[in-house]
């Protein structure tokens, strides 16, 4: 008797859903290019294999048992897998050809174009798609299937049981000004010294939120806020030098690579933030999304190995 691992492989999935369609296997050879005693040869080869009955078989044609439904179901789900196998098997060997398809939250973009620009001059081939937006949107996008990933630093983002984080970063919050900015070549600031200052800031969480009040920063009524959801934006912002900024140190240090910003020597800032990669939590991760995961991980630096890859 042939084994289940010999026979379930896409082909015998595919003439079970075609017998399935036709409701005949004459008219199902016929449509698969095949003799009729070869599909209803591979019919029965799959039914023994698997110990059950697929088709109730009737002098009009073939109609699926419950069993057999139960299989023509999930067959699109069963082949996509392995030709997702397939696909990943031949990147793997090559990265020849390819499709990236990533989210971003804003916040995150900056760290993501560095890993990106090495990504494309390594893998010149691969199609790579961007989606920059909101966290629960794009959240939804990795859930359906229309992007490979997120990177995100949404500590608020809520997943569903299909999703799961992998851990990039985790790193203090910091504070940045315009090299214009009278506390740039300051020493020892203390927290207080900001409150004089205008906030420019990517996002207000309830918890960071509550942290600000619980420090007193930027209380006073007659400052107002600058709020956008873009370092990048927020970096020229801040450029006529009297507004403070606040990021993740290792965003700190990137902005402070291509906008006339430094970072603020402020003490005792105990405010911890992540940057976490957002992944469907079963099916095969694809090679080309391996290989930028990899790279964010080495831009990021060692930081991630010394903590769990997975948070959920």
Not at 158 to 171: A, E, G, I, N, V
Not at 266 to 283: A, D, M, R
Not at 294 to 300: I, N, Q, S, V, Y
Request: glycine share 6%.
């Amino acid at each position: 008797m042939p084994s289940t691992r010999d026979i379930l492989d896409s082909r015998a999935i595919h003439h079970v859903v075609v017998t399935a369609e036709a409701g005949s296997v004459r008219q199902a050879a016929i449509k698969l290019g095949m003799s009729q005693p070869g599909l209803s040869k591979s019919l029965r080869n799959t039914e023994e294999a698997l110990g059950v009955h697929l088709f109730d078989r009737h002098p009009g044609g073939v109609r699926l048992t419950e069993v057999g439904e139960h299989l023509v179901r999930n067959a699109a789900q069963i082949l996509a897998a392995l030709k997702t196998v397939e696909r990943d098997i031949r990147e793997f060997a090559m990265l020849e050809r390819g499709h990236l398809r990533v989210g971003s939250t804003p916040t995150a973009e900056t760290i993501l174009a560095r890993a990106l620009s090495q990504y494309t001059r390594l893998y010149p081939n691969i199609d790579v798609t961007v989606e920059v937006g909101l966290p629960h949107v794009l959240a939804q996008m990795v859930e359906a299937g229309k992007l490979d990933l997120l990177v995100s630093n949404d500590e608020t983002l809520y997943l569903t049981d299909r999703l799961k984080r992998r851990l990039l970063r985790r790193d203090s919050l910091g504070f940045f000004a315009s090299s214009k900015h009278p506390l740039s070549v300051q020493k020892n600031i203390r927290i207080e010294e900001l409150s004089s200052s205008r906030l420019a800031m990517p996002f207000l969480t309830p918890r960071f939120s509550e942290w600000l009040s619980n420090n007193d920063i930027f209380l006073d009524e007659n400052q107002g806020r600058i709020i956008c959801n873009s370092y990048e934006l927020l970096a020229r912002l801040i450029a006529d030098g009297t507004a403070v900024s606040i990021a993740p140190r290792y965003a700190i240090d990137e902005l402070a690579s291509h906008f006339d910003v430094v970072a603020l020597d402020v003490k005792n800032v105990s405010y911890e933030v992540t940057l976490t990669c957002v992944l469907p939590s079963v099916g095969i991760i694809g090679a080309a999304a391996q290989k930028i995961i990899g790279l964010l991980e080495d831009t990021l630096g060692s930081n991630v190995r010394s903590t769990s890859n997975i948070c959920d």
